[in-house]
């Protein structure tokens, strides 16, 4: 059970989930001052649906049984 919260840590240290998580910290904030431009939701939105997209394509390689 260690060995599977470690791996998901790491995995949440990679560079993408970082970029990530601090866009949406931004995001956040930037909701609360209503401080929203255009641009900024236009690569909020490409830099989530390429992270989740991403995500989702290493699940359904697994559940097929393809090597990534």
Partial sequence: ????IVKRLGNLLSVKSLVTLALTAVFAVMTVRQAISQDFMTI????????????SQKVQDAVEGKDG
């Avoid at 059970?1 to 599977?4: G, K, L």
């Fill in 1 to 4: 059970m260690n060995e599977a």
């Fill in 44 to 55: 909020y939105a490409v830099i989530i649906a390429f992270y989740f997209g991403t995500q």
